[in-house]
């Protein structure tokens, strides 16, 4: 009879388990800041109402300090950078950042903290709270803070006049069903954040123009942006009207967003700004903003062309643009990065970019605003949830705009690009999966690669043969229609690889266990395709 009663107490338990529902967490952050651009520096204050949605209650909190990732030689951002040949070449000489003035506070008393044991990770702290937090409770976290500005590298930094602030405030790490999420910046492996509110106020010096996550809610600002974007965006040909600051030392803007896993601002001197609405099918219009460079020969003219384009297109595949705004920064040369997304705004830093190349760079940055904002999977765990499916839909749009693909530029004989676009792509994969070394399986964390390269290609591209090959056997139209009922469950989620799996499977009716299998598979998809 014991051995009974034990065995259906732990049925029980075990249902209890399985049956508990999904959550995450709730953050609302308020930060204001000043940027100096003498000393490349920012001083602010933040904010953060955090509320525990989970079953636990939380006696700490791991924060993200990802400016101290770029402080020394030991991080490890700079341990990777330097262990990967490829990735180190590009970076050529690293400058060092910082943020130090932290003084946190729990609902208005002194909190205490602790270093990560990992001495690499002097990015990550935990914040101790001084009365547990229970399930279903909020906290008021405050702490001032300074970032120092490494030159630009990874990411984040200044070059010249420019400023990308990104990685910039101290964040909380996702928690979840897995628990703490408290890894270190990286420059081979992105983020995964709690999805939040913002209200940020940035102070600075009047001649900067100001791009950002958000609505700008300054609005003698977003009228001239939009007045003189609107100009030339109209008139192309003629040079383009210029930012007309107003006449005191410093300004003060502000923006909100919500429901976004991320805060980034870029702000230069000598942006041209271009400015159009992107119309939905289903009516909604969103506000399109391109800031480029001031160049005799530039190639951004038509880039807000290419940021209307993307939108609808991925609207039209994947589910409807969400966020108010989409943005788009033209950011220094720089031969590591083609551009870095962020929800509503990317950074664009491709240094020898064609029209062709520049328009799939803007549209796969652009695409991030769903797999990645808008579908908060976990990038340093399962890259291809992002980068992959991203790449997906890029070289679509590539193929049907252009008969092209960023992977093969120039290269593509004029034969091949002469075919309709469904067999121009199948030309393509082909030429892919016999032809590209992908040795390793897709669904490794992002940190285990050998190399970026490796990444790089594992991550996005064998990642978008892995979904050719799912469209190849049951038809683009019910591959659509996967990705649409996976949009629509978990927008604004996180979602795991069984939730994708879940509901691509309820959206065509069949099992993809094998399919999914081969996102474990090392080398090539011999057979498959």
């Known amino acids: 009879m014991k051995s009974i009663f034990l065995t259906l107490c732990l049925v029980s338990i075990l249902a209890a388990s399985a049956q508990t529902p999904y959550w995450q967490q709730e953050l609302r952050f308020t930060i204001h800041a000043e940027l100096n651009e003498t000393e490349k520096s920012i001083t602010a204050l933040q904010t953060i109402v955090y509320r525990n949605n989970s079953p636990d209650t939380l006696g700490f909190i791991w924060f993200h300090l990802w400016p101290n990732a770029y402080k020394t030689d030991s991080t490890a951002l700079m341990t990777q950078i330097r262990n990967d040949p490829a990735r180190s070449a590009k970076q050529g000489a690293a400058g060092t950042g910082s943020i130090e003035g932290l003084a946190f506070k729990v609902n208005d008393l002194p909190a205490q903290t602790e270093a990560h044991p990992n001495p690499q990770y002097i990015d990550v702290v935990k914040l101790l709270l001084n009365t547990p937090l229970k399930p279903g409770d909020s906290i008021s976290i405050s702490t001032p803070f300074k970032v120092w500005f490494p030159p630009y590298f990874s990411r984040s930094g200044y070059a010249g006049t420019e400023f990308m602030a990104c990685q910039w405030y101290p964040k909380p790490a996702v928690y979840d069903q897995a628990g703490w999420h408290e890894f270190p910046y990286l420059d081979m492996g992105e983020f995964y954040s709690e ?20 609505t700008l809610e300054t609005p003698e600002e977003l009228k001239q942006y939009k007045d003189l974007g609107s100009r030339n965006s109209a008139e192309r040909r003629k040079r383009p009207a210029l930012y007309t600051p107003p006449k005191k030392a410093t300004k003060t803007l502000t923006w909100r967003a919500t429901h976004v896993p991320d805060f980034a601002w870029f702000a230069d001197k000598d942006f041209i700004i271009q400015y159009d609405t992107v119309h939905l099918a289903n009516g909604k219009v969103i506000d399109a903003f391109s800031y480029f460079h001031d160049k ?26 969400e966020y108010p705004t989409v943005q788009v920064v033209e950011g220094p040369e720089n031969s590591s990065s083609g551009g870095m997304e962020y929800p509503m705004i990317t950074l664009i830093t491709s240094p020898d970019a064609n029209e062709e190349a520049l328009d799939g760079v803007i549209t796969h940055e652009v695409g991030h605003n769903w797999f990645m904002s808008m579908l908060g999977s976990n990038e340093r765990s399962h890259t291809w949830m992002d980068e992959g499916l991203n790449t997906y839909y890029q070289f679509r749009y590539e193929a049907e705009k252009y008969r092209g693909n960023s992977i093969f530029g120039k290269t593509i004989p004029a034969n091949i690009k002469k075919l309709p676009a469904d067999q121009f792509l199948t030309v393509i994969y082909q030429v892919i999966n016999e032809n590209l070394p992908m040795k390793s399986a897709m669904d490794i964390p992002a940190d ?8 790089g290609l594992v991550s996005y591209v064998k990642t978008a043969l892995w979904m050719y090959i799912l469209e190849s056997a049951i038809g683009r139209d019910k591959i659509d229609l996967a990705v649409q009922n996976y949009f629509d469950k978990w927008k604004h989620k996180h979602p795991q690889p069984a939730d994708m799996q879940a509901a691509f499977e ?8 094998t399919f999914f299998e081969l996102t474990k598979k090392e080398g090539k998809f011999e057979g498959q395709f």
Do not use: C, M
């Open 296 to 321: 005799k020969k530039t190639i951004w003219t038509n880039s807000i062309d290419f940021i209307k384009d993307a939108v609808r297109s991925y609207s039209h595949w994947v589910g409807e643009y």
């Open 195 to 214: 999805y939040a509110d913002f209200t940020i106020s940035l102070t600075l010096p009047s001649q900067y123009v100001v791009g950002a996550t958000g």
């Open 448 to 455: 285990q690669f050998p190399d970026s390269n490796e990444y």
């Open 506 to 513: 309820e959206a065509i009716g069949e099992d993809l266990d």
